[in-house]
């Protein structure tokens, strides 16, 4: 039996959506933000609190 994961409700989910509504690839998209497809892809494949914790990292903001 195979197993499918609903990523609607999550944050990769919703951005992997939006992405291919625009017809774009990760490169195109990333590309249009400045940051490398392996980033972008991350953030497709990240759950909400890895993201937060990585923007908060990369940022040096502290988280509460």
Do not use: P
């Not at 953030?43 to 502290?62: A, G, P």
Request: proline residues 0%; glycine residues 6%.
């Amino acid at each position: 039996e195979q197993v499918v994961l609903d990523e609607s409700g999550t944050i990769g989910g919703r951005i992997s959506r939006a992405r291919e509504a625009q017809s774009l690839s990760i490169t195109q998209s990333a590309r249009h933000l400045g940051v490398k497809s392996t980033t972008w892809t991350n953030w497709e494949n990240w759950n909400r609190r890895r993201l937060i914790k990585c923007f908060y990292n990369k940022y040096n903001y502290r988280t509460c």
